[in-house]
Nanobody
Framework: QVRLVDSGGGLVQAGGSLRLSCAAS????????MGWFRQAPGKEREFVAAISWSYGNTNYLDSVKGRFTISRDNAKNTVYLQMNSLKPEDTAVYLC????????????????WGQGTQVTVSS
């Protein structure tokens, strides 16, 4: 069983930055990857970024490339999402998830989820 606790959301002006954290416990070899998804009201849950625990390989949604950076601290079992140059369209609940591959982008490919943290970007 894997437990994920995500945090770090808040209200920020357009152009600002936030760093989200996701602390994982009970990680097993099956959960080699961690991902971040987001869900805005009335919209589908959307893949944002993913990283592998083992080699640090990363994968990003095209619209966040160059603005968001996913990283991990293996010693702390924690994954981060540094979000810079935030835009109002980035407003959503952000959720971390554990899966088997950083190449996975579909929600059903992830087995465990955090509770979500709200990110609101004002214009």
């Amino acid at each position: 069983q894997v437990r994920l606790v995500d945090s770090g959301g808040g209200l920020v002006q357009a152009g600002g930055s936030l760093r989200l954290s996701c602390a994982a416990s009970g990680r097993t070899f099956r959960s080699d990857a961690m991902g971040w998804f987001r869900q805005a009201p009335g919209k589908e849950r959307e893949f944002v970024a993913a990283i592998s625990w083992s080699y640090g390989n990363t994968n990003y949604l095209d619209s966040v490339k160059g603005r968001f950076t996913i990283s991990r601290d293996n010693a702390k079992n924690t994954v981060y999402l540094q979000m810079n140059s935030l835009k109002p369209e980035d407003t959503a609940v952000y959720l971390c998830a554990a899966g088997r591959s950083y190449q996975y982008k579909r929600r059903y490919e992830y087995d465990y989820w955090g509770q979500g943290t709200q990110v609101t970007v004002s214009s």
